[in-house]
C-alpha cells in the first residue's frame, strides 16, 4: 500500500551542507542546490517538479506543459559514483522524473547557480544583459539547460579555452537550449546569451546588448561582459551526499513501494510476487508524458540497477545494449567507439545511428529515457518511434525476459508480436556489426536515415522517418552500381509499428540501379507505406517514403562512376560516402544533416538621449530575478493553510443537456472536497466567467452545453495532481433530445443566420464608390475564397489564479491576469457582493498575447466562487491540455473577394464578404472587423466595399490573440496582391510597389490616423530595406540558386505593413518614500513587455529636474509594485500595444506634479543649506510636509490618440521539395518605432513577435474534431517556433524617426504591429513553391507557365509538400526515362 502524506511533515531539510546526518536506514535522501531532503515517506507517483514546487522554497523549476515538451522544469540532475569518484551531470525534465528516481541524488536548479543574495550566476548576467528574458517563465529552465552543457564541456580534454570564455562550442551552446521552448523573445537573443560563453564565439556575432557598446573593440568588449570563470564551477554534488553514498544507501522498497532490483533474479522473484497487481516497471518515466498517465500504481520497479538491463557493450560480434540504458548513453557510446578497427566498416552506421538519436526528443529526455522505455512503447502501444525504425534497419535482435525464460527474437519479430504482457520484460538489443568483406570484394555499406518532422533539431515526432542500409558492388565496366543486399525500414507514418519493406529489399536485391529499378521500386513503396485509417495526412506520409528511398538510391546512381573509382583506386572504406559526391548529396537534401547554426543577426539602432533616460536600451527590469528563478508568479505564492486546488471538467459535445456529472473517485479517494458548478453560484451571484462590451459568457455551463470545451464544472481536491485526476476521470452525462443540430461552421451560421451584433459606431466604413471603382478595371477576379484557421497563445504559464477569502465576506484574489479590473468586476459580479469586498493582485504575467484578456477572468472567477463557497483558500494552475481546449484563440475567418484591376497590376476595387468564426460568446468579437480592414487597407484598393459577419457558432469562444484581426487583414491583402500578380503573370513585388499609399490616398482609407504627410514613413523605409537587405541583387542569386537546384527552391519576398493603435485612459501613481525610494503603481500589467522597465525610464526622466549634480538618474531606487485593483481603480487593460506607452504618460503626469511640489522647496532648501542631494531633499519634504504621493489619471485626447505604425520585411526562404520542409534562411525587418522609448525593449518585441508570426502563418496547426473540440492539444502535436525553426539570420532595424508632436515622447508601439510582417515568410513560400510547380509541370511536358494556386495558413510541411507535388519523384523519373527513350 502506498502513504499519501502531508505536504510539510514529510520533510526534513538540512541547511548545513557538510553535515552527515544520522538517517532513518532507507529514506529517500537526496540534495537540492546543495541542501539536503530526507523524505520518510512519499506517494510514488509524485514527480520532482511536483515536489520541489509545493513543498521546497525552488520555485525556479516551472510547469510549461508536464509532458516532456518545453524545458521549463529542466533542473540539473548529478549522481556520484563512489569507485570512480566521479559526479555525472545531466539536464532533466523534472515534470516526468519521479521524485524516488533521484534517491542519493544532486539537484541543482536555477535558484543554485546564483541569486539576488549570493550573486548572480554570469549565466544569468548574461541573459538579464543580451535581453534574453522577456516574460521570464522560462528562462529558468533556459539557464540550467545551457548550465548543463556548460559543466559537461568543461569536463572534456579540450583545449582550455581564452580567459572568461568556457570549452563550449557555439553549436553546443546553440543546441543546449534546442528543447526548451520560448513564447516571447523569438530565441535570437537567448541563443546570444549562450553562444557568449562559447569558446570559439566571435564576439562581433553577438547581437545587441547591455554590456558593451558598437565602436568598442573585441578585446574591451570580451572583458566588458561578466565574468565566466572556468575554475570557479558550481559544485553540484555536496560533499555530505557523497559520504551518505559511499557509506552504501538504499531504499526501503516496501515502504515507498519503489523497488530498485540489482539482479535479475531479483527482478523475477519481484514480478513474480506481485504478478496481476497495479504495477508499474520503467526506467525514465517519460513515457508518461506521451500517454498522460495521471494514475497511482501500488508498485513500482526500477530497471536501471539490475548490470545485465544496464550493460553497453561494443565489441566484434555487434553492440549490445541493456534495455535500461538511455538515448543518451547510447549516442555517446556509439560516437566514442567509432575508433575501434573492427568497427570501421560499421562507422558509417554507428555515425549516422548516433546523428539520428540526437534528434529523438530532447537532451533533457535523452538524458533519462531508455532504450528499452522507447521499444516497449512501441511494441506495446504503438508509439510512433524512431528508435524502432533505425535499429529495424540495421537487423537488431532483443532479449524478452518472461518469468525465468529469457528469449532472443529479431526485432521485427517483437514488433509483430501483440504487445508484451505486464510481466513481461525487454532485457537488451543487440546491434549486429554489419557483415565483413574480403578486401578484394567490391561491396560498399551504405546506410542513411531520415526522419521528416515539423522541428529539424528533433522535439517533434516525425511524420515519417526510415533508415537503409544497403551493400552495394559499383561495376567497373559498365559504371552502374550493383544491389547485393538491402535493408529498408520505415515507420511512424501512421502504422502500428515500424515496419521494413520486405517486396521492395526483395525486388531491389541483384539489380543494376538506374531510373527504371528506381521507379519500380517506388511504386513497391508506394505500395506498401500505407498509413491506417485516421492517420493525418496520409498522401503525405506516404510521399515521403518515396522520397526518402528515390534521395538514397539516386544519390548512388548519380555517384556510380565516381564510387566505382575510388574503389578501383583502393579506396574501400565506407567513409567514401561522406567524401564523394554522393555525400555532398546527401547535405544538398538533408538540411538537417549540417548542424543548425544561427548566422550572425544584426540589429540597428538609433539611441536617442534627447529624453535620458527614456530612449536608453537599459536591461529589463527584474531580468536577473527572473533568470535565477526568484520573480514570483502566480503560482509561486506559497499555498496558505488549508488551501485547496481546482480544476476544470469541460464539455465535449458541442450542444447537447448535462444530465450528470460523476466525479470517479475510485480506489484512491485522494482528498476531493467538492464539484463546483453553476449551482453552487450565491443567491445574489450571477453565473458569470467574463464580461465585455458586448456580452458575457457564464462561468459554467448550465443544463445545456454550447460547445466543445465549455466549462461546465470545477473540480476541487486538496492537491493540483488529485484535482487534475479528479477532472480528467469525470464522466459527464449527456442528453440530445429537442435539440437541434449545432452550429459547427459559418457557413451553418449563414444559413441559420446566427450572428453577433456589431455597434454601427464601430462598423468599419467604406471607401470610395465600388461600382465605378470595378468599372474601371480591365481584368477582375471574382469571388475567389480564402479561410484562415485559428491560433493558440501558448503562453508559457498556463492560466491561473489563487483566491483567499478574508475577513468580513472579502476575497482576495491573485491572478494572472492581463485585465484585474475587469476580473475584479466580474467575481464581485458572480459572487453577488459589493466591489469593494473584492481585491484583485497581479504582479507579473507568464506571457499574455491577450490571452490573459477574457481567458483569464474565469478562473480567477472559479477559484473566487469555490473559495467564497468553501471557505477555504483555493488556487488553480490549469494544466496545457485543459487550457489549450478551454481558452479558444485567433478568430478563424472565411473570406471571399472580388478584385477589379488594371493590366498593369493597379487594383481598382476591392469587394470583401468576410464571415468571423466567433464561437459561442461575443467576448471582444466585434471589434474584429474593425481591426481586419484597417490592417487590409495599407494598399490603395481604389475603392473599398465589405460585407462583415460576426458568426456566433457552438465552438468555443474566440477572443483576441496578439494583433487580433490585424494579422489577418495583413494576410487577406497580401493573398489578393498575389492573386493579382499571379493572374497577370506580373512580378508581386512590383505589384506590391504600385498599389502602395501616397499620403492622399492613406488620408482617404485612414482618415485621422494617417496623422501628418511627414509622418507617413512606409515609401520611404520601403525603399530603405531593399537596399540595406540587398532585396534586388538576392533575387537574381534566388533565381540562379533555383536554376541550378532540382529539389531545394527558393523565394523572397518584401512585405509593408500598416497598424492602427490607440491609446486608452490609465492610472498612475509615484510615492517617494523617506529614503528617498520611489514606488511606482500603474494600470498596465507587466506581461513581458517591459512596461515596467520603460515606465521607471519614464519616471526618471520627468523627476530629472529636481535632481543636482551627482544624483544619478534614480533608476536604481525605483520600484514597481504589483497592481492591486483597490489601490489604483480604473486600471483598464493591459492590450493593443499601447499601455507602456499610456502608463509612461501617467507616470510622467504624477512625476510633474511631484516637481511642482519639490522645486519651490528645494529652492527654498537650497537657500538655507546650499547644493543638497535627493536623500535630504526627500527626507526634509518629509518633515515639513510636503505630500511626496501623486496620482494621475491620463485621459488621452480623442482627436489624436489613434495612429498608425508602419514597417517592412523581407523574407527568404527554402524549401525541400521531398519533405515540404521550410528553412528560414533569412529576414530583414525595418520598423518605424518613433522615438523608443526603450530600443532594446522594443527589438525584443519586434523580434518576439515576428517569431509568433512565423507559428502562425508556418507551423501552428489548431485541428478540431467533428464536435469542434481542439485535437492539437499539447506540445507533441501544436508546434510553436523554436529555436531550429527562426530565420537563420535575423536582422533587424528599428527607425527612430522624427518626433511626432502627439505621441508619448515621440514614441510608437511595438507590441503587436511587428507580427504582420511574418506573412513576407509565407510569401516568400509560395513564391519558391512557385518554382517547384514550374519545374514540375515542364516535367509534364506543359511549358511550365504559372498554375494558380493558394497557399494556405499554416503551410506545415504537408501543406509545401502537396502543393509542390506528392508524386514528385514519380514525375521526375517518367520525365527522365522519357528524356532517355
Ligand atoms: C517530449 C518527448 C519527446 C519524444 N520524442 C521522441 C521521438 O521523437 N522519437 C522517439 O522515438 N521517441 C521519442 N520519445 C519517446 C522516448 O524515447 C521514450 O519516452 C523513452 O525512450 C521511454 O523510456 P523510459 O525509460 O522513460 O520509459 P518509461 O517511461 O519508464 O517506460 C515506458 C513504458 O515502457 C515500459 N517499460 C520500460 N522499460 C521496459 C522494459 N525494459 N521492459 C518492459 N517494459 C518496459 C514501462 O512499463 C512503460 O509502460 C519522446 C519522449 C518525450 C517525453
Ligand atoms: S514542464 Fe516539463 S518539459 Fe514542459
Ligand atoms: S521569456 Fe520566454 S516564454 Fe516569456
Redesign the pocket.
Known amino acids: 500500500m502506498s502513504t499519501s502524506i502531508s505536504p510539510l511533515a514529510a520533510v526534513e531539510s538540512v541547511s548545513e551542507m557538510e553535515m552527515v546526518t544520522e538517517r532513518k536506514t532507507g529514506s529517500l535522501v537526496f540534495a537540492v542546490n546543495g541542501e539536503r531532503f530526507e523524505l520518510p515517506a512519499v506517494d510514488p507517483s509524485t514527480t520532482l517538479l511536483e515536489f520541489l514546487r509545493t513543498q521546497t522554497p525552488f520555485k525556479s523549476v516551472k510547469l510549461g506543459c508536464g509532458?516532456?515538451?518545453c524545458g521549463a522544469c529542466v533542473v540539473l540532475l548529478s549522481k556520484y559514483d563512489p569507485v570512480l569518484d566521479k559526479v555525472e551531470d545531466c539536464t532533466i525534465?523534472s515534470c516526468?522524473t519521479l521524485l524516488c528516481n533521484i534517491n542519493t541524488c544532486s539537484i541543482t536548479t536555477s535558484e543554485g547557480l546564483g541569486n539576488s543574495k549570493d550573486g548572480f550566476h554570469p549565466i544569468h548576467q548574461r541573459f538579464a544583459g543580451f535581453h534574453a528574458s522577456q516574460c521570464g517563465f522560462c528562462t529558468p529552465g533556459m539557464c540550467v539547460s545551457l548550465f548543463g552543457a556548460l559543466v559537461n564541456a568543461e569536463k572534456t580534454n579540450r583545449l582550455e579555452p581564452p580567459s572568461g570564455f568556457s570549452k563550449l562550442t557555439v553549436s553546443e551552446a546553440e543546441k543546449a537550449v534546442a528543447g526548451n521552448l520560448c513564447r516571447c523573445t523569438g530565441y535570437r537573443p537567448i541563443a546570444d546569451a549562450c553562444k557568449s560563453l562559447a569558446a570559439d564565439v566571435d564576439i562581433e556575432d553577438l547581437g545587441f546588448n547591455s554590456f558593451w557598446r558598437k565602436e568598442d573593440s573585441k578585446e574591451v568588449k570580451k572583458s566588458k561582459l561578466p565574468l565566466y570563470n572556468c575554475n570557479n564551477l558550481i559544485c553540484t554534488f555536496p560533499e555530505f551526499l557523497k559520504k551518505e553514498v559511499r557509506s552504501g544507501m538504499y531504499l526501503d522498497s516496501e515502504r515507498y513501494n519503489w523497488y530498485s532490483p540489482a539482479s535479475v533474479g531479483e527482478l523475477q522473484n519481484l514480478l513474480k510476487v506481485n504478478k496481476g497487481t497495479d504495477m508499474?516497471?520503467?526506467?525514465?518515466?517519460?513515457?508518461?508524458?506521451?500517454?498522460k498517465e495521471l494514475e497511482r500504481y501500488e508498485t513500482y520497479i526500477d530497471?536501471k540497477h539490475i548490470p545485465e538491463?544496464s550493460i553497453l557493450r561494443i565489441d566484434q560480434t555487434g553492440v549490445e545494449i541493456g534495455?535500461?540504458v538511455?538515448?543518451a548513453k547510447i549516442i555517446e557510446a556509439l560516437k566514442n567507439e567509432i575508433q575501434h578497427d573492427f568497427i570501421s566498416r560499421n562507422e558509417i552506421v554507428f555515425r549516422k545511428l548516433a546523428n539520428h538519436m540526437e534528434?529523438?526528443?530532447?537532451g533533457s529526455?535523452?538524458n533519462?529515457?531508455?532504450?528499452?522505455?522507447?521499444l516497449?512503447?512501441?511494441q506495446?502501444?504503438n508509439?510512433?518511434?524512431?528508435?524502432?525504425t533505425i535499429l529495424l534497419a540495421v537487423d537488431s535482435v532483443v532479449d524478452i525476459m518472461n518469468g525465468h525464460q529469457l528469449e532472443r527474437i529479431t526485432l521485427e519479430e517483437f514488433l509483430l508480436r501483440p504487445p508484451?504482457d505486464?510481466n513481461?520484460?525487454?532485457?537488451s538489443v543487440r546491434i549486429p556489426l554489419a557483415r565483413k568483406v574480403s578486401p578484394e570484394t567490391n561491396t560498399i555499406l551504405v546506410f542513411e536515415t531520415y526522419?521528416a518532422?515539423p522541428r529539424p533539431l528533433?522535439?517533434?515526432?516525425?511524420f515519417l522517418?526510415a533508415a537503409f542500409l544497403a551493400e552495394v558492388s559499383p561495376c567497373d565496366t559498365s559504371n552502374g552500381i550493383l544491389v547485393n543486399h538491402c535493408q529498408l525500414a520505415f515507420g511512424?507514418y501512421g502504422t502500428k509499428h515500424a515496419i521494413r519493406a520486405r517486396r521492395v529489399e526483395e525486388f531491389l536485391t541483384g539489380k543494376f540501379l538506374n531510373a527504371e529499378v528506381l521507379y519500380e521500386a517506388i511504386k513497391l513503396v508506394r505500395a506498401t507505406v500505407i498509413p491506417e485509417d485516421g492517420t493525418a495526412n496520409p498522401a503525405y506520409r506516404s510521399s515521403l517514403a518515396a522520397g526518402c528511398l528515390f534521395e538514397f538510391f539516386t544519390s548512388l546512381i548519380e555517384s556510380g562512376a565516381e564510387v566505382t573509382n575510388s574503389v578501383l583506386n583502393g579506396y574501400k572504406n565506407n567513409s567514401l560516402v561522406k567524401q564523394s559526391k554522393l555525400g555532398q548529396n546527401y547535405n544538398q537534401f538533408h538540411s538537417d544533416k549540417i548542424p543548425t547554426l544561427l548566422s550572425s543577426a544584426k540589429q540597428v539602432l538609433e539611441l536617442s538621449k534627447h529624453y535620458y533616460p527614456v530612449g536608453e536600451p537599459i536591461t529589463k527590469s527584474g531580468a536577473a530575478i527572473q533568470a535565477s528563478g526568484e520573480a514570483v508568479y502566480v503560482d509561486d505564492i506559497p499555498s496558505p493553510t488549508n488551501c485547496l486546488h481546482g480544476a476544470f471538467i469541460y464539455s465535449t459535445k458541442p450542444l447537447a443537456w448535462v444530465r450528470s456529472i460523476n466525479v470517479n473517485l475510485g480506489p484512491h479517494p485522494d482528498g476531493v472536497a467538492a464539484v463546483i458548478s453553476h449551482k453552487d453560484i450565491p443567491e445574489h451571484g450571477e453565473n458569470i466567467g467574463s464580461h465585455f462590451s458586448f456580452g458575457i459568457e457564464p462561468l459554467f455551463a448550465d443544463d445545456l452545453t454550447q460547445c466543445a470545451g465549455q466549462r461546465l464544472a470545477c473540480v476541487v481536491a486538496d492537491t493540483q495532481k488529485h484535482a487534475d485526476r479528479a477532472a480528467n476521470s469525470a464522466a459527464v452525462n449527456y442528453g440530445m433530445e429537442n435539440l437541434e443540430q449545432p452550429i459547427l461552421s459559418v457557413e451553418e451560421a449563414v444559413e441559420r443566420s446566427s450572428f453577433f451584433e456589431v455597434p454601427p459606431s464601430i462598423y468599419p466604413k467604406p471607401v470610395g464608390d465600388i461600382s465605378k471603382g470595378m468599372a474601371m478595371a480591365d481584368h477582375k477576379i471574382i469571388s475567389a475564397e480564402i479561410k484562415l484557421g485559428s491560433q493558440y497563445y501558448f503562453y508559457m504559464e498556463t492560466q491561473t489564479a489563487l483566491a483567499v477569502p478574508d475577513e468580513d465576506n472579502c476575497i482576495v484574489v491573485y491572478s494572472s491576469t492581463q485585465v484585474p479590473e475587469h476580473a475584479h468586476g466580474i467575481i464581485a459580479r458572480c459572487l453577488g457582493i459589493p466591489e469593494h469586498n473584492i481585491r484583485v493582485l497581479t504582479r507579473r504575467v507568464g506571457g499574455g498575447f491577450g490571452g490573459k484578456v477574457v481567458p483569464s477572468m474565469p478562473v480567477a472567477t472559479a477559484c473566487a466562487l469555490a473559495a467564497h463557497r468553501l471557505r477555504r483558500p483555493v488556487r488553480m494552475y490549469m494544466n496545457r491540455k485543459t487550457d489549450m481546449i478551454t481558452t479558444g484563440g485567433r478568430h478563424p475567418l472565411k473570406i471571399t473577394y472580388t478584385v477589379g484591376f488594371k493590366s498593369d497590376g493597379k487594383i481598382t476595387a476591392l469587394q470583401l464578404q468576410i464571415l468571423i468564426d466567433a464561437g459561442t460568446s461575443p467576448d471582444l468579437s466585434p471589434v474584429m472587423p474593425c481591426n481586419i480592414l484597417t490592417a487590409l487597407r495599407k494598399y490603395d484598393w481604389g475603392a473599398l466595399s465589405f460585407d462583415i459577419k460576426v458568426c456566433k457558432t457552438n465552438t468555443i469562444s474566440k477572443t483576441a490573440m496578439r494583433a487580433p484581426g490585424d494579422v489577418q487583414g495583413s494576410f487577406i491583402a497580401e493573398a489578393i496582391i498575389e492573386h493579382v500578380a499571379s493572374t497577370l503573370s506580373l512580378d508581386v513585388d512590383s505589384v506590391r510597389n504600385l498599389n502602395l499609399h501616397k499620403y492622399d490616398s492613406l488620408k482617404l482609407f485612414y482618415q485621422n490616423s494617417a496623422g501628418e504627410p511627414l509622418e507617413y514613413t512606409l515609401p520611404s523605409i520601403w525603399d530603405r530595406l531593399a537596399v540595406s537587405s540587398s532585396f534586388n541583387w538576392r533575387i537574381k542569386m534566388v533565381n540562379e540558386f533555383n536554376r541550378y537546384n532540382k529539389w531545394k527552391k527558393r523565394g523572397i519576398s518584401r512585405v509593408p505593413i500598416i497598424y492602427g493603435v490607440s491609446l486608452r485612459p490609465t492610472p498612475g501613481r509615484v510615492s517617494i518614500l523617506k529614503d528617498g525610494s520611489i514606488v511606482i503603481e500603474v494600470g498596465g500589467i507587466e506581461i513581458g513587455q517591459g512596461l515596467w522597465t520603460k515606465v521607471k525610464q519614464m519616471a526618471a526622466f520627468a523627476l530629472n529636474s529636481v535632481l543636482s549634480n551627482g544624483d544619478g538618474d534614480l533608476l536604481d531606487r525605483m520600484r514597481v509594485i504589483q497592481a492591486d485593483t483597490l489601490s489604483l481603480i480604473q486600471g483598464g487593460m493591459t492590450a493593443g500595444s499601447t499601455t507602456s506607452e499610456s502608463s509612461c504618460e501617467a507616470i510622467r503626469l504624477c512625476c510633474n506634479i511631484l516637481v511642482e511640489r519639490l522645486t519651490p522647496f528645494k529652492k527654498r532648501l537650497q537657500e538655507q543649506m546650499g547644493p543638497i542631494k535627493w536623500e535630504t531633499l526627500i527626507s526634509q519634504a518629509h518633515l515639513q510636509s510636503v505630500n511626496l504621493a501623486a496620482s494621475s489619471f491620463y485621459v488621452p485626447d480623442t482627436a489624436s490618440c489613434s495612429y498608425l505604425n508602419y514597417g517592412v520585411a523581407v523574407s527568404e526562404v527554402e524549401i525541400n521539395l521531398l519533405t515540404g520542409e521550410t528553412t528560414i534562411l533569412q529576414v530583414d525587418i525595418l520598423y518605424d518605432c518613433g522615438q523608443s522609448l526603450n530600443p532594446a525593449v522594443d527589438l525584443g518585441q519586434i523580434e518576439g513577435s515576428f517569431v509568433q508570426g512565423i507559428g502562425f502563418f508556418m507551423s501552428e496547426e489548431w485541428l478540431t474534431n467533428s464536435d469542434g473540440l481542439l485535437v492539437t492539444d499539447s506540445?507533441?502535436t501544436y508546434k510553436i517556433p523554436s529555436v531550429d525553426t527562426i530565420p537563420k539570420q535575423f536582422n533587424v532595424e528599428i527607425l527612430n524617426s522624427s518626433h511626432h508632436e502627439k505621441r508619448v515622447l515621440s514614441s510608437k508601439a511595438s507590441g503587436e504591429p511587428p507580427l504582420l510582417l511574418a506573412v513576407s515568410v509565407h510569401c516568400a513560400t509560395r513564391t519558391a513553391i512557385k518554382e517547384a510547380r514550374k519545374q514540375l509541370l515542364s516535367w509534364s511536358g506543359q511549358d511550365g507557365s504559372e498554375s494558380m494556386f493558394q497557399l494556405d495558413v499554416p503551410a506545415t510541411m504537408p501543406v509545401v509538400k502537396e502543393l509542390c507535388g506528392l508524386d514528385i519523384v514519380e514525375k521526375y523519373l517518367e520525365w527522365s526515362l522519357g528524356c532517355k527513350k
Not at 508499474?280 to 500517454?291: D, F, L, P, Q, R
Not at 508509439?383 to 524502432?388: E, K, N, R
Not at 528533433?458 to 516525425?462: E, H, I, K, V
Open positions: 509532458e516532456g515538451g525534465s516526468l508499474k516497471i520503467g526506467v525514465g518515466n517519460t513515457g508518461t508524458g506521451y500517454y530497471l538491463l534495455a535500461a538511455t538515448t534528434k529523438v526528443a530532447s529526455i535523452r533519462t529515457a531508455s532504450v528499452g522505455g522507447n516497449v512503447m512501441a506495446r502501444k508509439f510512433p518511434s524512431d528508435i524502432a508484451l505486464s513481461g520484460v525487454l532485457a526522419r518532422a528533433g522535439s517533434a515526432l516525425a522517418n511512424a506540445t507533441w
